[in-house]
């Protein structure tokens, strides 16, 4: 079975190094009375430091941002995450205590709250009816999407707005298509008109909406006892835009490994908010667009495997959008 989770070489957060102690001591300027008993790195956290920090009394999660293109997407995240508590019943972390300055500490950091369950990449098998994970997702998206913004923005921590959804796409597109376009792949025609095609029928949204545009099964918890999705994380990529462009992604980690969860997703969203007749096309377009960003990514990298397997699911992507 393919995995849900394709890391890179050599993750940011392993090149750095930040010691237990001054973990312990990031939570002490929040909990000053607080006995440190254990602190524990998180798995699937590839662009950030996150640990789990157990206390005399409590559990946190500090997340440290190591990156410095990366900083304000922490910043954004937490914005996020407090709008979200304020506004739906989504289980997302509370925001206990943060400090984006670099003023008191080199990185900027945020405490969450501890979710408690298991991440969805881990136990996902251990769940016997599959649908239900498609129903739990699709009412969390939906809450997601009740969050409007006035202007789309291909990332939220951008100083300013795009001019329009279409115009974020194309930016992201006219920076990666160079680098497909050079790869001496035999399908490359077939794909640029595709997309072309695509960006030629695409309407702009009548609203934007919150859109986590990371929606893989590491960042949700999964409690196996209640059948019930109890956490979800990861809000630094966030944009605002066309809500169908959230399910590209899904499509290609989720989806396509388990038709279940698929099906019984779609038929809850659509319960919740109707969508368009012709959205698995639209949703395909986003999806050939995104992969042709990260062939680019890949390229940047150095990332021979990842670069044949992306070739794969392009040229097969393009097959069923001809």
């Given at each position: 079975m393919s995995h849900l989770v394709v890391a890179?070489?050599?993750?940011?957060?392993?090149?750095?190094?930040?010691?237990?102690?001054?973990?312990?001591?990031?939570?002490?300027?929040?909990?000053?009375?607080?006995?440190?008993?254990?602190?524990?790195?998180l798995p699937h956290?590839?662009?950030?430091?996150?640990?789990?920090?157990?206390?005399?009394?409590?559990?946190?999660?500090?997340?440290?941002?190591?990156?410095?293109?990366?900083?304000?997407?922490?910043?954004?995240?937490?914005?996020?995450?407090?709008?979200?508590?304020?506004?739906?019943?989504?289980p997302v972390p509370k925001v206990l205590h943060s400090d984006f300055s670099q003023t008191t500490f080199a990185?900027?950091?945020?405490?969450?709250?501890?979710?408690?369950?298991?991440?969805?990449?881990?136990?996902?098998?251990?769940?016997?009816?599959?649908?239900?994970?498609?129903?739990?997702?699709?009412?969390?998206?939906?809450?997601?999407?009740?969050?409007?913004?006035?202007?789309a923005y291909f990332s939220l921590s951008s100083d300013k707005p795009d001019a329009s959804w279409q115009a974020a796409l194309r930016k992201k597109y006219d920076e990666a298509w160079p680098y497909f376009a050079q790869s001496g792949l035999p399908f490359v025609d077939t794909v640029r008109q595709e997309l072309e095609t695509g960006f030629a029928n695409?309407?702009?949204?009548?609203?934007?909406t919150l859109i986590h545009r990371d929606l893989q099964p590491q960042n949700f918890h999964w409690d196996l006892t209640t059948n019930k999705l109890v956490?979800?994380?990861?809000f630094e990529t966030a944009m605002s835009g066309d809500f169908l462009y959230e399910f590209s992604l899904l499509e290609?980690?989720?989806?396509r490994l388990y038709p279940e969860i698929k099906?019984?997703?779609?038929?809850?969203?659509?319960?919740?908010?109707?969508?368009?007749?012709?959205?698995?096309?639209?949703?395909?377009f986003y999806l050939l667009n995104?992969?042709?960003?990260?062939?680019?990514?890949?390229?940047?990298?150095?990332?021979?495997?990842?670069?044949?397997?992306?070739?794969?699911?392009?040229e097969a992507l393009s097959k069923t959008l001809s």
């Amino acid at each position: 079975m393919s995995h849900l989770v394709v890391a890179t070489n050599k993750p940011l957060h392993a090149r750095v190094t930040i010691s237990e102690e001054e973990i312990a001591d990031l939570v002490h300027s929040f909990d000053a009375k607080a006995v440190v008993q254990s602190v524990a790195p998180l798995p699937h956290g590839f662009n950030n430091k996150i640990s789990l920090v157990t206390t005399d009394t409590n559990k946190y999660v500090v997340k440290i941002s190591v990156a410095e293109d990366k900083f304000k997407k922490l910043a954004v995240e937490a914005d996020i995450l407090e709008k979200l508590a304020a506004q739906t019943d989504l289980p997302v972390p509370k925001v206990l205590h943060s400090d984006f300055s670099q003023t008191t500490f080199a990185f900027p950091f945020a405490i969450y709250s501890y979710v408690s369950g298991e991440n969805l990449v881990d136990c996902i098998e251990q769940v016997a009816d599959k649908k239900v994970i498609g129903q739990e997702l699709a009412r969390a998206v939906a809450a997601i999407h009740s969050i409007h913004y006035p202007a789309a923005y291909f990332s939220l921590s951008s100083d300013k707005p795009d001019a329009s959804w279409q115009a974020a796409l194309r930016k992201k597109y006219d920076e990666a298509w160079p680098y497909f376009a050079q790869s001496g792949l035999p399908f490359v025609d077939t794909v640029r008109q595709e997309l072309e095609t695509g960006f030629a029928n695409l309407k702009e949204p009548t609203s934007y909406t919150l859109i986590h545009r990371d929606l893989q099964p590491q960042n949700f918890h999964w409690d196996l006892t209640t059948n019930k999705l109890v956490g979800l994380f990861d809000f630094e990529t966030a944009m605002s835009g066309d809500f169908l462009y959230e399910f590209s992604l899904l499509e290609r980690n989720l989806f396509r490994l388990y038709p279940e969860i698929k099906e019984s997703f779609y038929q809850t969203y659509s319960d919740i908010s109707p969508l368009p007749e012709n959205y698995p096309q639209q949703i395909a377009f986003y999806l050939l667009n995104q992969l042709v960003y990260f062939y680019m990514r890949s390229v940047q990298k150095s990332e021979d495997d990842r670069l044949a397997h992306l070739a794969t699911e392009i040229e097969a992507l393009s097959k069923t959008l001809s």
